[in-house]
């Protein structure tokens, strides 16, 4: 049998030169085949006339995937007959309107992700004869077949082995790449009409989610992959054929993914190219605050991600924070600004009341404050109004000529993201530099001008016209009187920008909700150097859990 089917495959693969000596090499690894899976054999061929062709397609897959896990050295013989493949596409597409495929039956799935992936991939030419050269349907196979394996697995109780979700991301991509040159114009449009950008992104996000020890140890085989795919999403969105699907791939994780791929993996420059081409020009509006986030956090830790941004090839891209932060801008001026601020507090002091924005009365002169009543709006006015007043009207006018209302609106919503999210740190330093200086002001200062964020607390030096930070930033006097009159109940907090050589700033003042220092923070405070970073962060997250501050950026 052995020697018949060796004769049979080489005869339909080079059929001038006939049976002879050159063919006992071929059949030595099928006679080795047959004595190693002699007992899958005769299983097989006991239940193999009973069954139906499409019943047939599918035991056959089976039983490639059991001996392949048995002998995986005999996979790769398999695979490498002519016509194999085509029965694995054959197979596969039998199973097209049944749920089979990969929703119930994860071992057929194996199995024609071993066959599909092994080697070169498959060829056009092969899914062709396999579906009958219906194209289209097996674009949509190819897609909807391995959406209900990846939610399926996404929950708690039933968790993606790692094996699992590489075989996963070798079937959806290496189908693909073995079709990307030859088939482009045939299959990407059918792809991507039946949501292959949205799958894409999904697998390799799942794939990403393993423990990130084991993202490092990736083999570069699997990490050949992972870089396939990427250049794939390049490819798509380059040519425009991904359309309303690249919206929900960054939904679905797709900026997670590109980061940390550059994270783990700075050799590559032909990939650093693809991924900084997809982060630079196709960001959205709902993922434009977060693409920046993501990246400012990645550059902020040492990581090899610092060198990805400052990487040669990729100069022009990532050359500093500023031209960064001006594409998502420009982008960000087609839509509606995010980040809107509904809920205002009164901007008299003595006043703590917090309301609907539209409840509120404004100032008719600058614009910019709000009061609850008629009362508060005069006590605010002999508090200090009167001088800020006229200024607040020259600031709008100036920031008019730095940035829109909509960029205005973004950076608002960045600066409000860093201070929450920065919330422990502040106010320990606040408290530590409030205990140390009692009468200073003080300010937090996020510094975004270098490429990256730089947090830190400092305090104000009384001046003539302008007061003056640590580090000789300048600001002008009304916005530093409305601070001091407080009484501690407000602060600011400091965006510093680039703008090539120079730096400009945008402050915010953030209300206090009491300005007395919670004593169990200074009690952190006072235990000094007796505990580590960690624990203090700890410690003081579960105060400020207990007892929250409620500070509210108030604009």
């Known amino acids: 049998m052995a020697a018949l089917i060796s004769y049979q495959v080489a005869s339909r693969t080079n059929p001038a030169r006939g049976p002879g000596i050159e063919l006992w090499p071929r059949m030595v690894p099928w006679v080795q085949f047959f004595l190693d899976n002699y007992r899958f054999l005769q299983t097989l061929m006991t239940h193999i006339w009973l069954l139906r062709h499409d019943e047939l397609y599918a035991t056959l897959m089976l039983f490639c995937h059991c001996v392949g896990t048995e002998h995986p050295q005999n996979m790769s013989l398999m695979v490498s007959t002519p016509g194999f493949r085509v029965l694995a596409v054959r197979a596969w597409y039998s199973q097209a309107g049944k749920d089979i495929v990969l929703d119930s039956n994860d071992y057929f799935a194996m199995a024609v992700c071993d066959v599909f992936a092994d080697g070169e991939g498959i060829s056009l030419d092969e899914v062709i004869e396999g579906s009958d050269g219906d194209l289209d349907n097996f674009a949509k196979l190819l897609v909807r077949q391995c959406d209900p394996l990846i939610r399926r697995h996404s929950g708690s109780a039933n968790p993606l082995t790692s094996k699992t979700r590489f075989r996963i991301l070798r079937l959806v991509i290496s189908t693909v790449v073995g079709l990307s040159r030859s088939a482009s114009a045939l299959l990407y449009p059918a792809l991507v009409r039946h949501g292959y950008v949205k799958t894409l992104t999904m697998v390799m996000y799942a794939f990403l989610e393993l423990p990130r020890a084991s993202l490092r140890d990736l083999p570069p085989f699997e990490w050949d992959h992972v870089k396939a795919g990427v250049s794939q999403l390049d490819h798509l969105f380059f040519l425009r054929r991904a359309g309303h699907e690249l919206q929900s791939s960054l939904e679905a994780g797709l900026l997670d993914v590109l980061l940390c791929c550059a994270q783990a993996d700075v050799s590559d420059t032909i990939h650093l190219g693809s991924l900084c081409a997809i982060i630079a020009e196709f960001l959205t509006p709902s993922t434009v605050y977060r693409g920046v986030l993501i990246t400012m956090g990645l550059a902020e830790s040492?990581?090899?991600?610092?060198?990805?941004?400052?990487?040669?090839?990729?100069?022009?891209?990532?050359?500093?924070?500023?031209?960064?932060?001006?594409?998502?801008?420009?982008?960000?001026?087609?839509?509606?600004?995010?980040?809107?601020?509904?809920?205002?507090?009164?901007?008299?002091?003595?006043?703590?009341?917090?309301?609907?924005?539209?409840?509120?009365?404004?100032?008719?002169?600058?614009?910019?404050?709000?009061?609850?009543?008629?009362?508060?709006?005069?006590?605010?006015?002999?508090?200090?109004?009167?001088?800020?007043?006229?200024?607040?009207?020259?600031?709008?006018?100036?920031?008019?000529?730095?940035?829109?209302?909509?960029?205005?609106?973004?950076?608002?919503?960045?600066?409000?993201?860093?201070?929450?999210?920065?919330?422990?740190?502040?106010?320990?330093?606040?408290?530590?530099?409030?205990?140390?200086?009692?009468?200073?002001?003080?300010?937090?200062?996020?510094?975004?001008?270098?490429?990256?964020?730089?947090?830190?607390?400092?305090?104000?030096?009384?001046?003539?016209?302008?007061?003056?930070?640590e580090d000789g930033m300048e600001f002008d006097v009304p916005v530093f009187q409305q601070v001091a009159r407080s009484g501690g109940r407000m602060t600011l907090a400091v965006m510093r920008l680039g703008n090539g050589d120079k730096s400009w700033t945008m402050w915010l003042p953030v209300r206090r909700a009491s300005p007395e220092i919670p004593e169990a923070l200074k009690a952190i405070v006072a235990l000094g150097d007796s505990l580590t970073e960690a624990e203090v962060q700890e410690q003081v997250e579960e105060v400020m859990r207990k007892e929250p501050p409620n500070d509210l950026i108030h604009v």
């Open 302 to 469: 040492k990581t090899t991600v610092s060198r990805v941004i400052y990487h040669e090839e990729t100069k022009k891209v990532w050359t500093n924070f500023t031209e960064i932060l001006a594409r998502r801008l420009a982008v960000l001026n087609l839509f509606d600004a995010p980040g809107r601020i509904t809920q205002r507090a009164c901007d008299n002091f003595e006043c703590t009341i917090i309301q609907a924005k539209r409840d509120l009365r404004r100032c008719s002169g600058c614009h910019t404050a709000f009061y609850c009543s008629r009362e508060c709006q005069i006590g605010h006015w002999n508090a200090g109004h009167r001088e800020g007043c006229s200024w607040h009207v020259q600031r709008r006018k100036s920031l008019r000529l730095m940035c829109t209302p909509k960029e205005y609106a973004f950076l608002r919503f960045l600066l409000r993201h860093d201070w929450q999210s920065h919330s422990a740190a502040v106010a320990v330093d606040y408290v530590k530099t409030q205990i140390s200086n009692p009468q200073a002001t003080l300010l937090a200062l996020f510094d975004y001008a270098q490429g990256h964020r730089a947090f830190e607390i400092q305090h104000c030096v009384l001046g003539g016209t302008q007061h003056e930070t």
